[in-house]
């Protein structure tokens, strides 16, 4: 499995249990269950929560699935 498959895949199962649609970048943060110090790790990449929020952009929500979530965050993190 790649970095970006395996940081895709950490998102997707940290949002196992959120309630779609999220259609605010605070309902998405508080939908991680560490909140803000939500950390996915594969290989050296490290990749917070936080981090992954600056990647976001207002126009991408209502976010439908966790797996929406995953892949915009992977595709505009570059990995």
Do not use: N, W, Y
């Not at 909140?35 to 936080?50: H, W």
């Not at 991408?60 to 966790?66: G, I, M, N």
């Not at 797996?67 to 993190?77: H, N, P, T």
């Amino acid at each position: 499995m790649s970095v970006k498959e395996d940081i895709r895949a950490q998102i997707v199962g940290a949002l196992e249990h959120a309630k779609f649609p999220i259609d605010t970048p605070e309902k998405l943060l508080g939908s991680f269950p560490d909140g803000a110090q939500t950390t996915c790790k594969s290989g050296d990449v490290v990749l917070t929560a936080v981090d992954a929020g600056k990647v976001i952009k207002a126009d991408d929500f209502p976010f439908k699935s966790a797996q929406e979530v995953g892949d915009v965050i992977v595709e505009r993190a570059g990995l």
